[in-house]
């Protein structure tokens, strides 16, 4: 068994629209400073839990990219020096329009070898309206960039139901995106809720952040079925309900999550599993380094992992691959009307059973929450 690490950098340029996540606009001042005390928790952590040797590392943000590459270096070098480092995929995400061909350099030379880039739509009104920085010419030179400093594993994101999005729009984005040559793609669909500021001004039925342009949930759920379609002509394999890879190329790290293995998280809000507890280190990335300088871990929850939300976690996290898990592995909960509801389902074309296999049907991709969620109450 190896375990993934996880480093997390919460710093962006600006907070786009649609962000539900807990990262945010610091100043540059905080970069060095975080930096040193991720290298500092490496330092306390190994002297803690026994990890098995790490093989993916993962920088993700935030918009890790805004480090300095001396600071993500050290980091990493810091890892290597205080645990069992084998490292076979190390991601860092990056914008656009942060890229230098210094940068890419530095980055490669550091131990980088996989960037995952925010590209989130082609279109500048699109981009323009959901706060993000680059525009479409920046995706394709920071592609260049990356390519000619010798980065081979690239993967870049789109958003399915941005503000102005259109079914040419999307056609022209996913189009362009294929025309760059990734490893791996991510498709996201737009998430409205209270989380993000266009999610609670849709909701409020407000028109700022172009709330009022927004497509409907059966124009994205179009958008992300075309793109299945696409995304398979041209060669990719469509592994987990928001990624597809080349073969080969499918995320290591990330297949850790959904396949519940070990991972580590470092930084302000990152999470950790270690097979029995899940914890995170608490949000606030002033109070984070001000807790690792007095040299307390900032642990802010930690819970051991009972056998039912073990069961759930199967089911949510696993389910989300499209190879499915195997039904085997839904036992070991007490009594449950899962293998009930499970029938039901079938029957109702929601999930297919097969093989001893229990995987989604492929064409409920995009109500995909609502099944597990159903799924989920069963436990
Ligand atoms: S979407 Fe990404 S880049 Fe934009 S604010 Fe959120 S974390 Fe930062």
Redesign the pocket.
Known sequence: MTSGLYIQV?F?????T????H??VFSSQLYEPYARAVCREIEIRARGDIWPAFDTAYFG???PSLLAPENLARILDAARANFDCRFEEVTL?A?PETITREKAEAWLAAGFNRVSL?A?SFNDLELQAA??MHRRTDIAASVSTLRTAGFRNLTLDLIAGLPHQTADSWRDSVESLLRLEPEHISIYMMEIDEGSRLGREAIAGGERYSAGELPSDDAMADSYELACGWLADAGFEHYEISNWARPGFRSRHNLKYWRRELYLGLGAGAHSFDGLRRCANSHEPAGYVASIELGRLPTEQESTVSEREALEERIFLGLRQLEGIDLSALTGARENSLPARIEDMRRDGLVIVDGGRLRLAPDRLTVSNDVLVELMEAV
């Open positions: 919460p962006c340029q600006t907070k786009c649609y962000c539900n996540f990262t945010g943000g935030g918009t995400e914008d925010g989130q706060g993000r």
